[in-house]
T-cell receptor, first 109, second 112 residues
């Protein structure tokens, strides 16, 4: 079955430290992968999609098909990065997203 | 990012009552989705809607649920007879292309 795993429920880092939020997926075909961010009491916002290979707010994510991973990285965390981060998978022949359970990032001053 | 709005922001209802959750229209969007998130759990897909038809639905989306665009604009999710376990955040999402989904702020449904 298709699945997205985000192993960390909470990740705390100090301001200026590197951040890596892990995402692994289970799918035998060609995936479409996304990262969404949810700031306190706000909507889910699209942060990154792997097909565009863009960098938003300093975050990047690379699809590694060998390791079935799509980890989100940022070299220097900022306090305003504190939020919930969700990894999502879309598969061929379907419209739905499959979400991971999310990781709460806390950036400490 | 295209704005998606939902009404109401919070709905409290008694078990067995019908509720209708609304997604406010944005032009040029063809794909519509409903997701829900039970407190402390992950976001789960309910249903997708394209060209005024359900294109896909999950196991959660049983006969208690229905979706429509009654006036060609608002996109609604109806729960016919609510249960306690329907308490959750319900997110509407819209997209203009298959892989772009933009989420609304959600409606918190509390069933008592």
């Amino acid at each position: 079955a298709q699945r997205v795993t985000q192993p960390e429920k909470l990740l705390s880092v100090f301001k200026g430290a590197p951040v890596e939020l892990k995402c692994n997926y289970s799918y035998s075909g060609s995936p479409e992968l996304f990262w969404y961010v949810q700031y306190s009491r706000q909507r889910l916002q699209l942060l990154l999609r792997h097909i565009s290979r863009e960098s938003i707010k300093g975050f990047t994510a690379d699809l590694n098909k060998g390791e079935t991973s799509f980890h989100l990285k940022k070299p220097f965390a900022q306090e305003e990065d504190s939020a919930m981060y969700y990894c999502a998978l879309s598969t061929s022949g379907t419209y739905k997203y499959i979400f991971g359970t999310g990781t709460r990032l806390k950036v400490l001053a | 990012e295209p704005e998606v709005t939902q009404t109401p922001s919070h709905q409290v209802t008694q078990m067995g009552q019908e509720v209708i959750l609304r997604c406010v229209p944005i032009s040029n969007h063809l794909y519509f989705y409903w997701y829900r998130q039970i407190l402390g759990q992950k976001v789960e897909f309910l249903v997708s809607f394209y060209n005024n038809e359900i294109s896909e639905k999950s196991e959660i989306f049983d006969d208690q649920f229905s979706v429509e665009r009654p006036d060609g604009s608002n996109f609604t999710l109806k729960i016919r007879s609510t249960k306690l376990e329907d308490s959750a955040m319900y997110f509407c999402a819209r997209g203009s292309a298959r892989y772009e989904q933009y989420f609304g702020p959600g409606t918190r449904l509390t069933v008592t």
